[in-house]
């Protein structure tokens, strides 16, 4: 059974926090990636930027549904979750639009275990983390290749 460290990408391309929003999306164009692992200076996975975290700038504002009872406003969704998506739409930072502590897999992980994260927490993206570090990041791609290769899952 092929594991992670056999398909991984070892090069993995990096984002800082603080790095401009535009600047990961034409990272992740320019190397036909979906999504970029963000870690700080010493090297630790804050979060993960991906394509689907900065198409939702483009979306129209989500207006919060509202009921009346008692002539007082109640709203239908947390004010908390409206503040996070409107948060999202004006991210300026990588930090502001990437998904915190991300689902994370290591070197070990088997294929079949993988590919079940994937879909069962619909990912394209997973970072391989050792000790807390990116080692490699493995994409849809990689376990498609697998399938080209005639290689099990």
Do not use: W, Y
Request: with cysteine; aromatic share 2%; hydrophobic share 40%.
């Amino acid at each position: 059974m092929r594991k992670a460290k056999d398909i991984m990408t070892k090069d993995v391309i990096t984002v800082e926090p603080e790095t401009e929003v535009t600047h990961a999306a034409k990272l992740l164009l320019e190397h036909h990636v979906n999504g970029l692992p963000v870690v700080d200076k010493e090297g630790h996975l804050k979060g993960i930027i991906c394509q689907s975290d900065l198409v939702v700038q483009q979306r129209k504002i989500p207006l919060p549904s509202f009921f009346i009872m008692l002539d007082s406003f109640v709203p239908l969704a947390s004010p908390k979750n409206i503040e996070k998506e409107l948060q999202k739409m004006s991210a300026l930072t990588v930090k502001e639009a990437m998904t915190p502590n991300p689902v994370t897999i290591g070197p070990e992980t088997d294929l079949e275990d993988i590919a079940t994260l994937m879909v069962k927490h619909t990912i394209h993206t997973l970072p391989v983390v050792e000790q807390g570090k990116i080692v490699g990041i493995i994409g849809k791609e990689d376990i498609l290749r697998t399938l080209i290769s005639g290689e099990k899952i």
